[in-house]
């Protein structure tokens, strides 16, 4: 794997680290196979139970890669098709990540840097954080790497809407009260933030959480009563699971206490 992309295991818990700050961590020719390796050896790991995305340096996501991925020259269409497309693939390899993924941005997520964020079950901030939603500014739809569907499902139509089309930028203060960000704290405090909301996941069955996670992410597109019949499935499952057994019996044994 790539030096552009690190991860680091705390106990039951993993970091996937952008690693290119000094170009803002943005995302050139080799993103694509360099993040996906880093997804695939967290989620193949079985003692990971979560996992943290963070980027190195003042910026979390700085978009794509100018120099390496765009040119004022016709390239060929073909090569830039794929090459969307491997981004397009990361945001789903995020968004239905078989671990919950926290995103903990570190500073500004530019374009596509944004939407990685997104991409994962939840943000927490550093109060540098910021979402620039730039496509505009240099020609390109706003249609980019799930940036309609993730921001509308996160703030509603109208405000994505607003936000991609003009082109804003969402600070930290305004991320927290629109939801986008769940904690916002100083840059030094963010690791720990981080570390403590995933330990509290991490303290938890993992066969729980993954069921869980599935169902919050199949929920809003099945609709109530479909939602419903898959949970019925999912939770007669965990009922049966080993570690709901063990759970259940030290709370039943705390509880004659």
Known sequence: MSDDVLVRKEGTIAWIILNRPDK??????????????????????????????????????G?????????????????????????????????????????????????GGACLAL????????????????????????????????????????????????????????GKSLGLFTHVVPGEDLEAKALEVAGKIASQSRRATTITKLALRRSPEAGLDAALEYEAYLQSFAFQSEGHKQRLGAFLNRSKG
């Open 24 to 61: 803002r961590n943005a995302q050139g020719v080799n993103f694509t196979p360099n993040l996906m390796a880093a997804l695939d050896q967290v989620e193949n790991d079985p003692d990971v139970t979560v996992a943290i995305l963070t980027g190195k340096g003042p910026v979390f996501g």
């Open 63 to 111: 978009g794509g890669d100018m120099k390496e991925i765009m040119s004022v020259e016709p390239q060929d269409p073909e090569w830039e098709f794929e090459l969307v497309r491997g981004y397009n693939k990361l945001i789903s390899r995020i968004y239905h990540f078989d671990r919950p993924i926290i995103a903990a941005m570190n500073g500004p997520a530019v374009g």
């Open 119 to 174: 991409a994962c079950d939840f943000v927490i901030a550093a109060d540098t954080a910021a979402f620039h939603f730039a496509f505009g500014r240099i020609g390109l739809a706003g249609a980019d790497m799930g940036a309609p569907f993730l921001l509308q499902r996160h703030i509603g139509a109208a405000l994505a809407s607003y936000h991609i089309m003009v082109g804003t930028t969402i600070d930290a203060d305004e």
